[in-house]
């Protein structure tokens, strides 16, 4: 910070503090303490209606061993999801993004139509994507139908294609998010780099791999970081779509975790399928960011 | 040279305009499904013939929606204002007020960002249980007025780029920080905390899972809500459904037709300031 600590009082610290502490109290409140006690609840049963009971490590064994065929499918298809949504959506946004990087005519149209599906709820615009994926008679197979293929797939009936159907979905919503900020990004390169690859005679390849990205990768890494918190607060799309279904398929751990706490009330085995959430968002974010000292630059020069 | 411009230019907007097509397409298509007569839904045709506007009373009456403006809009504009109050404040103190800790205490409000969703939902619930709030407005209010990195975050960003000289000649008259902080900092910062207030009321209004969890009682039921049972009873009425899902969207889509800019600035600039 600066050293203009002379003009600012003790008072004026006190206000700082002041000031900050309903944001603060809300931290402690609402999730410091949660933690702590999903932590705690880990070890215990309860079922909210009888008082929690410590049972160890109970149930641990009852979510990794006991439940593992669900369990691990979770994990699979959680995994499998977070692996079309991610990639396919940074592609798709810093794509579009790229392509709009000129002067180009209609930007403000392209911007309000891309960032369209954010604003509406999933659960509103999911009954339109149920109705598109209907197989039958659903927009999306009879498309399919007329340029050949017959017998599209069952997309929200299939165990395979339920998880296409998702990634789809997901994406279409993200997207404009995403192109939005990548556009912001793409906006903050200077010039004079462009200028100067240009008069060396640089391909547009040449420049898109040395120049532009390179100079992105700051607002890459916070996307990137931003999926990736996002996607284990995916709650939404997979409830309403396919409620986890069929037979699993979809079951997402965070899915798995709201069933377990609000269908079965087995807040304890809920608690820790929400720690096993956290840790590994907090371990891939700690990844990230380890990685990123390698491979960011926030050196413009 | 110029040739192969412009047959760039014309494979640029194509891309661009389908990309916007498939954004925009099922909107339409929602609406034209709630258009369409029963029998005719199954044709697929593109526009509805004739036209049938049944649906629509067949919605308002068989489900909770009109109701559900009511609470959804109760509970989302007293988050929203509580969350700009308390957002504001913080994120003038850590960009303007140097004080002990302050460091480390935004990264420990960054930090929150990174706990899913579903870690702090569970002890949420059994503290609002135990408070008895449950099934009522109570648990989806108060801890969106208390905690908001994001917004602490957005405005901190946008408050750092305002020039000192105008608090530094404000103390020198004898200005108090909440008087600075009101007269001075706020009127300033009316593009960002727009921004922000619309960002977050969307956010707010969509807040399918808070929602569930919550409220019980269907006098209760926001819009999204009253969406998701209406849909769990009709499911195979897709002329009804999708005019359930027009009722629920058009509202929040013409508000993002008018202010389309300030939500698009104001996630710019918290992506660029990152």
């Known amino acids: 910070?600066?050293?203009?600590?002379?003009?600012?009082?003790?008072?004026?610290?006190?206000?700082?503090?002041?000031?900050?502490?309903?944001?603060?109290?809300?931290?402690?409140?609402?999730?410091?303490?949660?933690?702590?006690?999903?932590?705690?609840?880990?070890?215990?049963?309860?079922?909210?209606?009888?008082?929690?009971?410590?049972?160890?490590?109970?149930?641990?064994?009852?979510?990794?061993?006991?439940?593992?065929?669900?369990?691990?499918?979770?994990?699979?298809?959680?995994?499998?999801?977070?692996?079309?949504?991610?990639?396919?959506?940074?592609?798709?946004?810093?794509?579009?993004?790229?392509?709009?990087?000129?002067?180009?005519?209609?930007?403000?149209?392209?911007?309000?139509?891309?960032?369209?599906?954010?604003?509406?709820?999933?659960?509103?615009?999911?009954?339109?994507?149920?109705?598109?994926?209907?197989?039958?008679?659903?927009?999306?197979?009879?498309?399919?139908?007329?340029?050949?293929?017959?017998?599209?797939?069952?997309?929200?009936?299939?165990?395979?294609?339920?998880?296409?159907?998702?990634?789809?979905?997901?994406?279409?919503?993200?997207?404009?998010?995403?192109?939005?900020?990548?556009?912001?990004?793409?906006?903050?390169?200077?010039?004079?780099?462009?200028?100067?690859?240009?008069?060396?005679?640089?391909?547009?390849?040449?420049?898109?791999?040395?120049?532009?990205?390179?100079?992105?990768?700051?607002?890459?890494?916070?996307?990137?970081?931003?999926?990736?918190?996002?996607?284990?607060?995916?709650?939404?799309?997979?409830?309403?779509?396919?409620?986890?279904?069929?037979?699993?398929?979809?079951?997402?751990?965070?899915i798995y975790v709201y069933n377990q706490a609000f269908e079965f009330f087995k807040m304890g085995q809920a608690a820790v399928s929400s720690m096993l959430l956290f840790i590994v968002v907090a371990t891939v974010t700690a990844i990230q960011f380890a990685l990123s000292k390698r491979m960011v630059n926030y050196d413009v020069q | 040279m110029m040739s192969s411009n412009k047959g760039k230019t014309l494979i640029r907007h194509t891309i661009l305009i389908l990309v916007a097509f498939t954004t925009i397409f099922p909107f339409y298509w929602m609406i034209a499904t709630s258009l369409k007569p029963d029998d005719t839904i199954t044709n697929l045709q593109l526009f509805p013939d004739p036209i049938d506007l049944s649906h629509y009373p067949y919605v308002l009456q068989n489900s909770n929606i009109l109701h559900g403006f009511l609470n959804s809009t109760i509970i989302t504009v007293l988050t929203v204002a509580g969350m700009l109050f308390t957002s504001s404040m913080a994120a003038y103190a850590f960009s303007k007020i140097p004080f002990r800790g302050k460091g480390f205490i935004f990264a420990c409000l960054l930090g929150t960002m990174m706990v899913p969703g579903m870690v702090t939902l569970i002890p949420q619930y059994i503290l609002f249980s135990k408070l008895r709030w449950v099934d009522s407005f109570l648990p989806l209010i108060v801890p969106g007025c208390f905690i908001n990195a994001y917004g602490v975050f957005l405005l901190r960003s946008f408050m750092i780029s305002l020039p000192d000289s105008y608090i530094e000649s404000a103390k020198l008259d004898g200005c108090s920080q909440i008087r600075i902080y009101r007269s001075i900092i706020m009127p300033l910062c009316k593009p960002a905390l727009l921004a922000l207030a619309l960002i977050c009321f969307i956010g707010y209004w969509n807040n399918f899972l808070g929602q569930l969890i919550y409220l019980n009682s269907e006098k209760n039921f926001t819009v999204v809500l009253a969406i998701s049972t209406f849909k769990d009873a009709y499911s195979t009425q897709y002329g009804n459904m999708m005019a359930a899902s027009t009722v629920s969207i058009i509202p929040i889509i013409i508000m993002y037709l008018f202010s389309q800019k300030f939500f698009v600035e104001g996630i710019a600039l918290s992506g660029v300031k990152a």
């Open chain 1, 1 to 254: 910070m600066s050293d203009k600590k002379s003009s600012f009082t003790k008072k004026d610290s006190l206000w700082g503090y002041i000031m900050v502490s309903p944001q603060i109290i809300g931290l402690l409140v609402f999730v410091a303490f949660p933690v702590a006690m999903a932590f705690y609840l880990c070890f215990t049963r309860w079922d909210m209606i009888n008082p929690p009971q410590f049972i160890g490590l109970a149930n641990f064994k009852s979510v990794f061993i006991e439940d593992k065929d669900v369990f691990w499918k979770t994990i699979y298809n959680t995994f499998i999801l977070l692996a079309g949504i991610i990639p396919l959506t940074v592609i798709c946004s810093l794509g579009l993004a790229l392509l709009c990087n000129k002067q180009i005519k209609g930007l403000g149209f392209y911007k309000a139509a891309y960032f369209l599906p954010m604003v509406t709820s999933a659960v509103s615009i999911a009954l339109v994507w149920f109705w598109l994926y209907t197989p039958d008679f659903g927009l999306i197979n009879s498309v399919l139908a007329m340029i050949g293929i017959k017998n599209g797939p069952g997309w929200l009936t299939d165990t395979s294609w339920a998880k296409v159907a998702i990634i789809i979905m997901s994406v279409w919503m993200k997207l404009g998010y995403y192109f939005i900020l990548f556009l912001a990004g793409l906006k903050g390169i200077p010039r004079t780099y462009y200028e100067a690859a240009e008069i060396d005679g640089a391909s547009s390849f040449y420049v898109l791999r040395r120049v532009t990205l390179p100079l992105l990768s700051p607002v890459t890494f916070f996307c990137v970081v931003m999926l990736f918190i996002d996607f284990f607060n995916l709650f939404d799309v997979p409830f309403v779509l396919t409620r986890g279904g069929p037979a699993y398929s979809t079951y997402t751990l965070v």
